[in-house]
């Protein structure tokens, strides 16, 4: 279970290490996918803007949530904290509880959002709506993740089935975008007879295994085949990596 490996300790770092190929390893992942999902689905024109721009989107969403133009980095932090939760159709309790602020602080967080970012609010309240009538929502791929949560009887079951109905669509087509590179890049691979071999993908990264021989071949390849595999409202990012162990 590669995604475990800890990386934030010393101890961790040396953990890393054991975990090595006799080529090299190559891996990119994508920035901020989800955000970007949402931003294309939402047709937010803010969200749009700042990232087509190249802007820090948790340090453009705490500059017009404190309606200040210097914030700091417990600000920046707070914003990233609303940026994130939104998508898991978090609640005023969720955020309080993750920032360790009052409920009505965290309350009013959200309700700030909202009014930045209309076309959000609009997008989830409607995905919501969708799975109640229909029963199911879809990725930007048309897959269907059915939601029969929204017709329980019992409270917190229906509460869960509205945060999936919002979240859903937005971490399905982030995992839609991933497998469609995957399977670009596998066709690259085999149709120029190439050794590269993908070898894993831990949430929205690919890890490769590269001979030498193919090394800046395949960081061009990588790169252009994760940024070109969909054509979204915002453009997509990544970074790409190699290394021994």
Known sequence: NLQNIPIKTEEGRQIRKMFTTKDYFMSADYSQIELRVLAHMSNSKTLIDAF??????????????FNKETITNEERRRAKAVNF?????ISAFGLSEDLKIPRWMA????????LIYPEIKEFLDGQVEFASKEGYVKTIMNRRRYIPELKSSIYPTREF????SMNAPI??????????AMVDLDNYIVKNNLESKILLTVH????LEVPESELNLMIKVLKETMINTVELKVSLKTEVKVGKS
């Open 171 to 180: 971490q399905g087509s982030a995992a839609d975008i991933l497998k469609k």
């Open 52 to 65: 087509n721009s190249g802007l820090d989107i948790h340090a453009e969403t705490a500059k017009k949530v």
């Open 107 to 114: 309350q009013e967080f959200i309700d700030k959002y909202f």
């Open 161 to 164: 089935g509205k945060r999936t």
């Open 85 to 89: 939760g939104i998508i898991y159709g």
């Open 204 to 207: 929205d990264e690919l890890i």
